[in-house]
């Protein structure tokens, strides 16, 4: 049995990142730069006008000068502006050639055909020259960069309408379990399978579709299992076209725990299975070529906990991201006490310390057993703790990880 | 003119949270539950074996028994077990008639068709009773939580195959401008169309619609109109049945600004035009009935900081979820001069201070006007400077806010 660092670790040795594809620009927000980006021209490509006003030559300060034209965005004027001669402007046109400055329009005054200008015009008032603000040439988004809604602006700008990113991995999930019977969640609606005498409704698959689309990842397969070999095997086969499977359930050594014998079948090669952890013992990671494989245990909060800490890093490394959030720090509210020889991961909920800066109080939940989720489905981070003999006490200030995207890993 | 705390409030004034409407739980995830959930049943709904081995009873310790029988998971197997008597029984399976414990397979030496139990066997060991975990009658999920993916697998259980939740609000975006020539971001290349000189490519309408998928809506509407009141008038009649249009450009007070002329004859109601705050000073927000227009400067960092700011706490709260995602707190990495009437918010990057609890050093990235892009499409949080005349020293605190989801305030 491996420790939850050392099992981490092998995820991340065994996660590849996916190779580089195209896609368009709509839908490449949130993924990962696989090309840099060089701009292909000035911008702004004229010098623009980044006020509504006139045109003019700053010798006309304190003058009265006539309006020769007008200049929209979008437009080309060719008309000069001369002393005694000025265009109205309005903000995003190109300047006409011989703009010294342009004056806001607030700071003139009409006068018929002609406009009274301020006494003082500062030389490039008002103008971002061409190329001020990036130049011919420059890098402007490196290979490895999110794309965050700015980033997608920059390469619209340049007209990249489509871009090379490390694209998010395909996933199937498949639940196995005789005591399972599934919903049917899709749009159809379908009438609800009776449940018989020792069955219970199957939660672990829309659970991880759920997580699936919280990372990212819209449309998983999901796919169930009976608990015979042959069953498990066809639906391995079924997925083998996918980057990531998730199987849930039959992990432990029990009698009819069919997993670790089915990926051997299948031709997986076992990378770990049990994590010195609680809750997630069970966990088995096993790898065909690239396709990565994780046996999931069927209890729902371990289920949970093992798609969390070691599926999502996965999935973070295989689009080219980094894969661990940076880690917060908490004062319990409550105490918790440890598992002796085993890490124990207390799902929590974390709020801000009202008043005080960056200080989070972190109330553990703590359900009935692992397979308990009725406690915990408002928890928003999960809590690390180490393996012990001694009671933590409230108020001790702990290692926190949010469940959920991160916004400042971007 | 109104200062940015006003327009805030505001915007959530005139934000109506949207009908419930019932969607199928897989993609229930991430809504906002409009209703509340009761157990229909007890869970476990049976006393549940949670480990491998023998159902047995407790004045059986230290004996050898005779095994008289399996049961799997899913199985629903009525033979007694009487003293002298064991069932072999899997993890997740309904404990047989007189079950008094569980002993684990690993404190058991098997006999042939029998088994040599441990000398202490606690009554009720590795069973959870029947509604242990969740009682019959419970409520387990109220109107307004976000639905964790824990939360889906609760629902699950109780056999929810759909929900009642508040949707997202549908959303057209229409970009205005002249200059602008719109990208081809779908799914089918079509050849980039020429620039003429004056124009740029439309970068807002590709921002806003990442910054739309981020905040989960998935098919935003793209329109573009040309810079004549009717083609305006045109476009917010096509998006006529989207709970919010986003506007961008032609909103200041130049002479080709329509939108303002456009949303009257559109029959919009203004609620506010400017306000005291840079970049973003010419927002205006209307209203027609329960749909909520903002029309967005067309420079691209007022826009995406009047997007960040206004909008996604309109469809927070359009959604039912809280509007304001918790304020947080970093020093200041290096100086930023405030503006003498007008806040300013000023891009940033947040990086944790190293080992150190909860503290982030916050770099302002400044670009050379508000249409600058380039100098930070690597935010991750805007800052607020309050308006003033001495700058801001580096090391000094201040409240900074993430851009993207925040998974605290599930």
């Given amino acids: 049995m491996i420790d939850p660092q050392q099992a ?125 603000e990036c130049q011919s ?33 395909s996933l199937a999930i498949i639940t196995t379990g005789a005591e399972l019977v599934p919903l049917h969640t899709g749009e159809t609606p379908v009438p609800l399978d009776p449940l018989g005498p020792g069955q219970i409704r199957d939660s672990n698959g829309p659970m991880l579709g759920a997580m699936a689309r919280e990372l990212g990842i819209e449309q998983p397969d999901e796919l169930h299992a009976e608990d015979r070999l042959e069953a498990i095997l066809r639906a391995l086969e079924q997925a083998a076209d996918k980057d990531l499977v998730l199987l849930t359930g039959g992990v432990s050594a029990g009698k009819y725990d069919l997993v670790p014998d089915a990926l051997q079948s299948y031709g997986a090669q076992r990378i770990f299975h049990k994590v010195s952890q609680k809750p997630g013992k069970p966990l088995l990671l096993a790898q ?71 200080a989070w109080q972190v109330h553990p939940l703590l359900g009935a057993s692992s397979a308990d989720m009725f406690a915990c489905h408002r928890a928003n981070c ?6 012990g003999e001694t009671p933590i006490p409230a108020g001790e200030v702990l290692e926190f990880t949010w469940l959920g995207p991160a916004p400042w890993s971007y």
């Avoid at 927000?29 to 010098?47: C, E, H, I, K």
């Avoid at 999960?382 to 393996?387: G, I, K, N, R």
């Fill in 288 to 358: 065909k070529g690239p396709q990565l494989l994780f046996g999931l245990p069927g209890n729902p909060l371990s289920c949970h906990l093992c798609c969390h800490r070691y599926v999502a890093a996965a999935i973070r490394q295989m689009e080219g991201k980094p894969p661990l959030p940076g880690p917060f720090r908490g004062r319990l509210a409550e105490p918790v006490r440890p598992r002796r020889s085993r890490t124990f991961y207390v799902q929590a909920r974390a709020e801000p310390l009202a008043q005080q800066s960056a």
């Fill in 382 to 387: 999960y809590v690390e703790v180490p393996p």
């Fill in 8 to 132: 981490l670790a092998l995820v991340l040795q065994a996660a590849v990142r996916r190779l580089p594809r195209r896609v368009p620009l709509a839908v490449a927000g949130g993924l990962t730069l696989a090309q840099s980006v060089r701009a292909d021209r000035d911008y702004p490509p004229f010098a623009r006008a980044a006020m509504d006003g006139y045109a003019v030559c700053t010798a006309d300060a304190g003058r009265t000068v006539k309006v020769v034209g007008e200049v929209a965005a979008g437009q080309d004027v060719k008309i000069e502006v001369t002393a005694g001669h000025c265009l109205e402007i309005m903000t995003g046109a190109p300047c006409p050639p011989g703009t010294e400055a342009v004056v806001k329009k607030e700071e003139t005054e009409p006068a018929a055909d002609r406009v009274v200008l301020p006494t003082r015009i500062l030389a490039g008032e008002h103008i971002a020259p061409r190329g001020s």
């Fill in 137 to 169: 040439g420059r890098l402007v988004l490196e290979s490895g960069q999110t794309l965050t809604p700015l980033a997608v602006a920059v390469l619209a700008s340049f007209g990249l309408e489509s871009v090379e990113v490390f694209p998010r991995p």
